[in-house]
């Protein structure tokens, strides 16, 4: 029953390589996020989709995509990774405008290391 | 745009005493939310405790309490009774309310929780 899920846990791959980051929400939220912890565990968004719809577009670099199959799914896809790229990437969801319930979960992250 | 500081990057409790910890943020915004994210080296983001910024009263959870001010922009957390388990990265978020807004989050706070 788990309510925020992401696939894989770990990734390492080589620089140049192309990947993606599969999150699935089974609590009924309309809004899902990307973001990303970098090495000294700074945590900052990067997307936000409401309704499979783009929303927050946080100056990332084009080389990555994220896409929402559907208000369930949010999916990040990265091109040409580089070092750089090497951190924890958090999904979160939340139902908007629910009456005290506007707090993010989020998903157990998944660990990307470029080689 | 919101900040978020946490001024203390590491601190340390003895088990079963009371440790506070610090959080300011920055806004031109009336309506919001603060929150206190909890993440434990299996890296899952867990939320401890949310305040609601229009209301006055202080958030509490079982031995997780918080003292909001808001005119002064500060939002602490407090542990009483700590126990091992309490040993983790601490986050302040801040939220606009509103849809699909964005948490803002401190550099987070490293509480190590002695025997």
């Known amino acids: 029953d788990t309510a925020v899920s992401q696939t894989p846990k770990y990734l390492v791959t080589q620089m140049g390589n192309d990947k993606s980051i599969k999150c699935e929400q089974n609590?009924?939220?309309?809004?899902m996020y990307w973001y990303k912890q970098d090495s000294k565990k700074f945590l900052k968004i990067m997307f936000s989709?409401?309704?499979?719809?783009?929303?927050i577009n946080e100056t990332v670099p084009n080389r990555f995509s994220p896409k929402s199959p559907d208000k369930a799914h949010l999916n990040l896809h990265i091109n040409s990774l580089e070092l750089g790229d090497s951190a924890v990437y958090f999904c979160?969801?939340?139902?908007?405008?629910?009456?005290?319930?506007?707090?993010?979960?989020f998903g157990p992250g998944t660990r990307l290391l470029v080689l | 745009a919101q900040t978020v500081t946490q001024s203390q990057p590491e601190m340390s409790v003895q088990e079963a005493e009371t440790v506070t910890l610090s959080c300011t943020y920055d806004?031109?915004?009336?309506?919001?939310?603060l929150f206190w994210y909890k993440q434990p080296p299996s890296r899952q983001m867990i939320l401890v405790i949310r305040?609601?910024?229009?209301?006055?009263q202080n958030a509490t959870e079982n031995r997780f309490s918080v003292n909001f001010q808001k005119a002064a922009k500060s939002f602490s957390l407090k542990i009483s009774d700590s126990q091992l388990g309490d040993t983790a990265m601490y986050f302040c978020?801040?939220?606009?309310?509103?849809?699909?807004?964005?948490?803002?989050f401190g550099k987070g706070t490293k509480l190590t929780v002695n025997p």
């Open positions: 989709y409401n309704n499979k719809e783009l929303i």
């Open positions: 979160a969801s939340i139902n908007v405008g629910t009456s005290g319930g506007e707090t993010q979960y």
């Open positions: 978020a801040f939220m606009k309310q509103g849809g699909s807004e964005k948490l803002v």
């Open positions: 609590l009924g939220h309309d809004t």
């Open positions: 305040q609601e910024a229009y209301k006055q």
């Open positions: 806004t031109s915004e009336n309506n919001y939310y």
